[in-house]
């Protein structure tokens, strides 16, 4: 994790390899799309300040020992892992703009931000901390739901590259009433079965996961059950061939481990993780023999339905968006809207149509 000077020549060049790209909306930036020597992807250098790219978390496939193997300090905290987007949430100039993972001003996240007061309190006390956040409900990235519009759930409190350790994040954010990631526990590494019962019970819950972070919040892992492993394969095999290289593999071998880990019955995880391939998969083959498209339903609401047209512009680069219906509720612009994987129908329907390949 790099945190040292940028200098001008760095980002010249950077721009020069199409590893950076200076960009004019609200604000004026320079984002970071790939990684360029050791400045992170999505690294934000606006005229006065960086928001630093969130890094890699390591993965562990195995719990005991890869808290004893990561972690430092005998003490150690526990938070779940929740399945959102991720965002950083920043003050820039006076004023609140959240940022993707990958760099960009997300414009969506930032009217959201702007809303919430307890931000701009924080913000006023405390301009230069950034905060690292999951934001799930009704947004562009994650499943609809009728229970509430979104949550930005706080997960670290970045204080110019470094973390801050989790009991003074937990504390500074209970003083701004800020939601967090739920928190777990505090556990000490002589009571690891502790923290493997609870990544049981995670599972068993139908949880995503946890993340352990050491006191002093230098070292971190995440750990994933395979409810989601499954979970994943079963949405993600709908959308077979616009998923990245590696994400069925991937969720197979930590699925793997989990079993072995834990002596789970392997008929039964061998069926549901069948099942969730072939559901998936043969949904969208359903769907392209009718003459559907390979779609993704989402629901936002906006307060200027021009943060909607900003976001589709985002959007459109890599899927088709077609908005489904849009209606007024309090002032506000609820919009459903579908996204259309185009490289999934395309593969499928060159398959029914007889096409054949080398493989
Ligand atoms: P990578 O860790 O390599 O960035 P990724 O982008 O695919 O992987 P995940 O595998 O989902 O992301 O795991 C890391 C992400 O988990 C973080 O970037 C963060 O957005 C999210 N996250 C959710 N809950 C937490 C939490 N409690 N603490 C830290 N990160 C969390």
């Not at 029914?352 to 080398?358: A, E, R, S, T, W």
Request: glycine share 8%; charged share 35%.
């Amino acid at each position: 994790m790099f945190r040292g000077k940028i200098k001008n020549t760095d980002i010249k060049d950077a721009i020069k390899a199409e590893k950076a790209e200076a960009l004019s909306e609200e604000i004026d930036y320079i984002r970071f799309k790939k990684g360029f020597r050791r400045i992170e992807r999505g690294t934000v250098i606006t005229k006065n300040r960086i928001v630093w790219g969130f890094p890699h978390i390591r993965r562990v496939f195995t719990l005991g020992t890869g808290i004893s193997r990561n972690i430092k300090t005998d003490v150690f905290y526990v938070e779940e892992k929740i399945d959102g987007y991720n965002l950083r949430i920043a003050n820039i100039d006076g004023r609140i703009c959240a940022f993707t993972r990958g760099g960009y001003l997300d414009p969506f996240a930032t009217e959201k931000a702007r809303e919430m007061q307890n931000l701009e309190k924080f913000f006023k006390k405390h301009p230069g901390y950034v905060l690292c956040s999951e934001m799930i409900g009704n947004t562009p990235f994650t499943e609809p739901t009728a229970e509430f519009d979104v949550k930005i759930l706080v997960f670290d409190i970045d204080d110019d590259g470094k973390y801050l350790p989790p009991l003074e994040k937990y504390s500074i954010l209970g003083e701004f009433e800020i939601e967090m990631v739920p928190f777990l526990g505090k556990f000490n590494k002589n009571k690891i079965e502790l923290v493997k019962k609870l990544a049981y019970n995670l599972n068993k819950g139908r949880k995503e996961g946890m993340v352990i972070k050491s006191s002093d919040r230098n070292d971190v892992v995440k750990f994933v059950t395979p409810f989601a492993d499954i979970d994943d394969t079963e949405k993600c095999a709908y959308s077979f061939f616009d998923m990245p290289p590696g994400f069925f593999y991937q969720r197979v071998i930590r699925s793997s481990f989990f079993i072995d880990e834990y002596s789970l019955d392997r008929d039964r995880y061998s069926k549901m993780l069948g099942n969730a391939f072939y559901s998936g998969f043969i949904r969208a083959l359903e769907d392209v023999k009718q003459g559907k498209g390979i779609e993704g339903e989402f629901e936002v609401i906006v307060s200027d339905e021009k943060i909607f047209d900003l976001l589709k512009k985002h959007m459109i680069k890599e899927v088709d968006v077609k908005i489904i219906s849009k209606r007024k509720q309090n002032g506000k612009t609820r919009i459903r809207f579908s996204k259309t994987y185009r490289k999934t129908a395309k593969e499928i329907r060159n398959f029914l149509n007889g096409k054949g390949v080398v493989d």
